[in-house]
């Protein structure tokens, strides 16, 4: 139905209309996905959904490209990744917005460790006597031996000396850490 005032947005609707329009879209939107994901369907594009996610594997791939394409953007154009505010050099986000990402993946570490989950994947349970489970330990010992193998820093990924796990700056943030030393 074509609004009988006069066109605002894309000579169709008035703007009153439009807005009612995009609502009542969204909610249709909101409710067909409930149903995709309780059968079991893609909620992009209604092909069987990966075992355990709600999209298939192409929807998927396509939405981490997507993803991957606007962080690049705001990332060159020094703006914060939730709020859009400009940032400092280098930054992925602004100061309120990073202070409150680290404060709730704080909660969410010691949620998980009270839990006696790894705090990394939040699956499976602890390695008696670590903080991580056993598959995490394993990943992080690879990605490790690779970044080592290509002498880069562990932890910085910075280059290294030969021979050498980590960077010059970050043995000296581990030794001030160890020995409570002020740097």
Same mark, same amino acid.
């Given at each position: ?6 066109? *605002? ?21 909101? @409710? ?25 594997? @192409? ?28 940032? *400092?050099?280098?930054? /992925?986000?602004?100061? @309120?917005? /990073? ?20 705090? /990394?994947?939040?699956? =499976? @349970?602890?390695?008696?006597? /670590? ?6 330990? =394993? *990943?992080?010992? *690879? ?41």
């Amino acid at each position: 139905m074509i609004c009988p005032k006069p066109a *605002e947005v894309k000579d169709k609707y008035c703007l009153s209309c439009y807005e009612r329009q995009l609502k009542r879209s969204r909610e249709r939107g909101k @409710k067909d996905r409930i149903k995709r994901k309780k059968m079991g369907i893609c909620t992009g594009c209604q092909s069987p959904a990966a075992p355990g996610l709600t999209m298939c594997r @192409k929807c998927l791939n396509g939405l981490a490209r997507r993803q991957r394409h606007r962080q690049d953007r705001l990332v060159n154009s020094n703006l914060c990744l939730y709020c859009n505010k400009t940032v *400092e050099d280098e930054q /992925r986000y602004c100061n @309120k917005c /990073r202070e409150s990402r680290n404060e709730s993946r704080r909660k969410l570490y010691h949620a998980r460790l009270s839990k006696n989950m790894c705090p /990394r994947c939040g699956k =499976d @349970k602890l390695v008696p006597n /670590r903080k991580r489970c056993q598959a995490c330990m =394993d *990943e992080v010992r *690879e990605l490790n031996r690779d970044l080592v193998r290509l002498g880069l820093c562990t932890k910085c990924k910075a280059d290294v000396s030969p021979g050498q796990k980590r960077c010059q700056a970050c043995l000296d943030k581990a030794k001030a850490k160890r020995y409570n030393l002020v740097t």
